[in-house]
């Protein structure tokens, strides 16, 4: 059931990756191409986990495990740019001061320097939970797949991807307030409430990433389409 339910949301993922593609192609504007491999890594990371049970343990599943942290550590925070460049993309003239669109390169480039030690303290671990088989730095009780395998305690709150999603919510509610366009603040939403316990052990946060990446995408589209931005006066797509 939970292999079948990460295919489709590494289906969802590709799919998303093809939307924002296109825009990009369309439109070349950087809140696009600053999420074009972050959205790649969401689905290699569920395409990952949906194989697992079929690859098997062993040396080939470590090898395509580890870009699915690598990319999460390196590039998880980038929604925080991203949602400045949406910002500016949708007409705010406060976003389109070069002061404030450093702040949230700065804020970004801080999140990924705070997990610049995983990359050096981190090990995989094998998982068998349910019917999914990976590889994961962290194993909870009961999910270990090896005989006398320990498990191994996670890092605590991930805090650069819980600032991506204040900065997606921060800046949704402003696309909601002043420009009627819920979806961004909606997934962001919905992505905090999926990581919770109840709804983590049930493998939702996967779909959270679905519903943020949705919201994001879906802003870029809906914002460099040519009759919203001479509404709301945001910059060419070009730019």
């Known amino acids: 059931m939970f292999t079948l339910l990460f295919a489709l949301y590494a289906v969802a993922q590709l799919a998303l990756f093809v939307w924002l593609w296109r825009t990009w192609r369309e439109t070349r504007t950087p809140s696009a191409a600053v999420l074009l491999v972050p959205q790649l890594g969401l689905f290699w990371d569920n395409l990952v986990v949906a194989s697992g049970k079929f690859i098997?343990?062993?040396?080939?599943?470590?090898?395509?495990?580890?870009?699915?942290?690598?990319?999460?550590?390196?590039?998880?925070?980038?929604?925080?740019?991203?949602?400045?460049?949406?910002?500016?993309?949708?007409?705010?003239?406060?976003?389109?001061?070069?002061?404030?669109?450093v702040t949230f390169c700065l804020l970004t480039a801080a999140m990924m320097v705070w997990d610049i030690p995983y990359f050096f303290e981190k090990q995989l671990h094998p998982v068998c939970e349910y019917d999914l088989v990976r590889y994961s730095t962290a194993v909870k009780d009961g999910a270990q797949c090896l005989p006398g395998q320990a498990a191994v305690p996670g890092g605590g709150?991930?805090?650069?991807?819980?600032?991506?999603?204040?900065?997606?919510?921060?800046?949704?509610?402003?696309?909601?307030?002043?420009?009627?366009?819920?979806?961004?603040?909606?997934?962001?939403?919905?992505?905090?409430?999926?990581?919770?316990?109840?709804?983590?052990?049930l493998k939702l946060d996967n779909f959270g990433e679905v519903l943020i990446a949705g919201g994001a995408i879906w802003?870029?589209?809906?914002?460099?389409?040519?009759?919203?931005?001479?509404?709301?006066?945001?910059?060419s797509a070009g730019r």
């Not at 699915?68 to 993309?89: C, D, E, T």
């Not at 997934?187 to 990581?195: E, K």
């Open 56 to 101: 098997g343990l062993g040396p080939t599943l470590i090898a395509l495990s580890w870009p699915r942290f690598w990319i999460h550590w390196l590039m998880g925070a980038w929604l925080i740019v991203a949602s400045g460049s949406i910002l500016r993309l949708a007409g705010f003239e406060f976003a389109k001061r070069r002061w404030v669109m």
């Open 157 to 201: 709150a991930p805090i650069p991807q819980l600032m991506a999603i204040a900065a997606v919510l921060f800046a949704g509610a402003l696309l909601w307030r002043y420009r009627g366009f819920p979806w961004y603040f909606l997934g962001g939403a919905l992505m905090y409430i999926s990581a919770t316990p109840p709804f983590q052990r």
């Open 219 to 235: 802003a870029i589209w809906h914002f460099t389409r040519p009759h919203v931005r001479a509404r709301w006066g945001g910059p």
